[in-house]
């Protein structure tokens, strides 16, 4: 199931712009105390590093993305989740709009 709405939240409105404009997302802090962002990557191959443990989901649209250490690409569509250790990366792959929400560990 995607998500459609999210309640009870303080967002921060200062867009947060990466890679020439190519991800654009907003922070948020949910009513239980959870960190997290929602936003969209427009067509673009780029590689993305955490700090913390990230769970991307798919909103809109698809990706394919590539853990570290890894050769294989996956295919994410909207209601699908994908998880990214801490203190690593991913290369993620968009032909059209990938909307997403990422929830932090």
Known sequence: MTTETIANVTLTTQANVYFDGKCVSHGFTAADGSKASVGVVL???????TGAAETMECVAGSCEYKLAGSDAWQRSSAGETFSVPANSSFDIRVTDSYHYICRYA
């Open 43 to 49: 067509p673009a191959t780029l590689t993305f590093t």
